[in-house]
Structures are given as structure tokens and as C-alpha cells.
């Protein structure tokens, strides 16, 4: 029988410290407010029937304001779109919230306007789910993303962590597309 060797106090302190924080890491995604998510996952929702949202992308990014998720102002305006990088850890259907993005029109810049919103996450393990929200909700998910290429496309400076990212697209024109 081979003899097991206690660790020394201060090192099961720092490993069950660094378990514990990694653990509050993983699920502070989880813990967040989950009506915020609820507010967002319905400004995604087609109407049955239509090609508008159930809920309003504006109401929902207010709620993200509010509770310090994003600035007062958007980090970006480019075109008819707003772009709003989150300040702090925030999941969407099991996923790292890392921008949200509302498109609308206050004043006609000579484009093509496509109400709606969308959103960009940095993927943790399997992205079905978010998959079978596109097809049901008629969104277009685009995976994997260049996140900082697309962040330099709309002049948006940020350094983000290295990983898989993907983007959820619920505006209008994607709505109105062919259905598969």
C-alpha cells in the first residue's frame, strides 16, 4: 500500500481557493440575471407568422444598461446599428455574452435598413442550442467568427480573448429569407 502525502496547508488553501473561484467563474454566467437573458431570448423570438420579434431589443438592452452590463451609449454606432460590448460576464444559452448588437433607423443614411438584433458569444462546448434557436426562430447563426475582424470592420477597438466565438443574427431580412 503505497503511503499518500498530506499538501501543505497554504497550497490546499490556494488550490481549494482556485477551484472555488473557477467554479463562481463558470457559474457567474449562469447567475446573472436571468431575467435580462429572458428580455434578450424574446427580442430574438419571431412572431408566429411575421418577420417581427416578440419582444423589443431596445427594453432588453435597457435591462443590460441598468443592471452595469453595458454603457449609456453604444461602444459603436456604424450604419443603422448599435453595437454594445458587455463590462462583465453575462451567459446566453450556455454561452460567454460578449457583444450585443441593435439595428434600427432614427434617420434615413441612404442604406437598407434591417430591424433587429443579434448577439456575439464566445462558445462554451456544444452550440446545437443555439443552432435550433436560429432554425425555429428564423435567425442566422454564423460559426464560427472572426471576432476581432469583425470588431475592426464596424471600428470597434477591443482586445478579446482568444477562442470560439459565433454570432446570432435576428433582424428582419434575416427573417424574411428563404426557409431551408
Known amino acids: 500500500m503505497q503511503a499518500i502525502t498530506p499538501m501543505p496547508a ?10 472555488f473561484l473557477a467554479a463562481c467563474a463558470s457559474s457567474a454566467l449562469a447567475a ?59 451567459g446566453f444559452m450556455g454561452h460567454a455574452l460578449v457583444l450585443i448588437e441593435e439595428e434600427y433607423i432614427t434617420q434615413y443614411i441612404g442604406c437598407c435598413v434591417s430591424p433587429g438584433a443579434g448577439v456575439t458569444l464566445k462558445v462554451q462546448g456544444s452550440t446545437q442550442k443555439l443552432q435550433e434557436f436560429a432554425i425555429a426562430q428564423r435567425c442566422t447563426l454564423t460559426d464560427p467568427v472572426d471576432i476581432g475582424h469583425a470588431l475592426s470592420e464596424v471600428a470597434i477597438q477591443a482586445r478579446l480573448p482568444q477562442g470560439h466565438y459565433a454570432s446570432l443574427s435576428c433582424r428582419e431580412r434575416d427573417a424574411e429569407r428563404e426557409e431551408p
Open 10 to 19: 497554504c497550497r490546499t488553501r490556494r488550490l481549494l481557493g482556485s477551484l
Open 32 to 90: 446573472a440575471d436571468p431575467g435580462l437573458e429572458s428580455g434578450l431570448i424574446q427580442a430574438l423570438h419571431l412572431k408566429k407568422g411575421t418577420t417581427q420579434r416578440v419582444g423589443t431589443s431596445g427594453k432588453a438592452i435597457a435591462a443590460y444598461m441598468r443592471e452595469g452590463y453595458v454603457g449609456k451609449h453604444p461602444d459603436q454606432r456604424f450604419d443603422y446599428t448599435d453595437y454594445y460590448l458587455l463590462k462583465k460576464p453575462a
